[in-house]
């Protein structure tokens, strides 16, 4: 008995080494914990690093920059399906200034309110559209997707270009957009997707696996394409749409990645992240890139997963499903007719 209970504690004490080295150790203070937990709800992103990493961004960004542009020309092209105008317009943090340069008349915009949760940003755009005398009349604030500090009913159009996927609560903040709006307006977002980065994800993991023993959250979690849909309706609104763009982008090196995803603000944020990044960690993420995905040219290629929703506020002039039960034809009678010639 004495022998099988010693055995048994060694099973033990060796289950809890290996513990040890698969699961990383992360230590929080009572002050951390209360940061992650406000009010009940948990906090996945640390607003107050994003704001800093928007600021850094206010002076990194690249006057054009061929991916952020694409997605703002795609989802404003959805205004050009639209038969209304939409006078007033609410563009929020993200890439607005992607979405400013490919506006180009589109949607009939007046008045176009940009707002960002970084004050660099915001001057940054106040300073680049003093140099245009084109285009609506634009209006620049500095404000939270979280605690959106607009008037209800005061919106035609509301436009999110890579911004809403670092928000803490996201059918909240699409529920705030939704109030913001007028009746039968618009909103436009364009959020990135579980599959995006996903090479880099691989590469890191197995990076950590092999220098550290485990691995520990470099990379934020992200929506897929299947939440999107019920996003929009949870949020309310009405007559929702999704669809879905991946771009492949070749980059010479995982620097020259991480540079312009700095650039784009959009390294990490999550509150519970590993804050050192060890250099044999970083250097073997690297060559696992390039031994695992590069390409004959020597380059590296990175994949953003970009989901594009759409939705209305609810209006009597929209179109409505009928009450069910309401049919006057049925399936059956349909398959009759028109399934009688079938073999």
Request: hydrophobic letters at 40%; charged letters at 25%; a neutral charge.
């Amino acid at each position: 008995m004495a022998s099988g209970s010693s055995a048994a504690a060694r099973r033990l004490l060796l289950l809890r080494h290996r513990r040890r080295h698969l699961v990383p150790n992360h230590h929080f203070s009572s002050s951390s914990a209360d940061e992650v937990l406000d009010g009940g709800r948990v906090k996945i992103f640390d607003r107050d690093l994003k704001r800093r990493h928007r600021d850094r961004a206010a002076w990194a960004m690249r006057e054009t920059d061929p991916l952020v542009d694409a997605v703002a020309d795609n989802l404003l092209d959805r205004l050009e399906d639209c038969r209304k105008a939409f006078p007033s317009a609410l563009c929020l943090g993200g890439s607005a200034g992607a979405v400013r340069r490919s506006l180009r008349g589109r949607g009939g915009i007046e008045k176009l309110t940009m707002m960002d949760m970084s004050v660099d940003m915001v001057n940054k755009w106040r300073e680049l559209e003093s140099a245009t005398d084109d285009g609506p009349e634009m209006n620049f604030i500095v404000g939270d997707e979280e605690y959106l500090p607009m008037k209800e009913n005061s919106q035609d159009l509301i436009m999110s270009c890579l911004g809403l996927h670092w928000t803490n609560d996201l059918p909240g903040a699409m529920i705030q957009c939704r109030l913001a709006l007028k009746p039968d307006g618009l909103f436009l977002a364009a959020i990135l997707g579980g599959e995006t980065l996903k090479e880099l994800r691989i590469a890191c993991t197995i990076a950590q696996m092999e220098r550290e023993g485990g691995i520990s959250p470099r990379m934020s979690p992200l929506a897929q394409v299947r939440d999107a849909g019920n996003l929009l309706s949870r949020a309310g609104f009405a007559l929702p749409g999704v669809d879905v763009d991946r771009y492949t982008v070749k980059y010479n090196s995982a620097l020259e990645l991480v540079e312009h995803l700095r650039a784009m603000a959009e390294t990490n944020a999550l509150f519970q992240r590993s804050h050192i990044l060890k250099r044999d960690t970083a250097l073997a993420t690297a060559a696992i890139y390039q031994s695992m995905f590069g390409l004959e040219d020597g380059t590296i290629p990175a994949t953003f997963q970009v989901i594009y929703m759409t939705g209305w506020k609810e209006h009597s002039s929209q179109q409505k499903p009928k009450r069910r039960g309401s049919a006057t034809v049925s399936f059956g009678d349909i398959r009759k007719q028109f399934g009688s010639n079938q073999d």
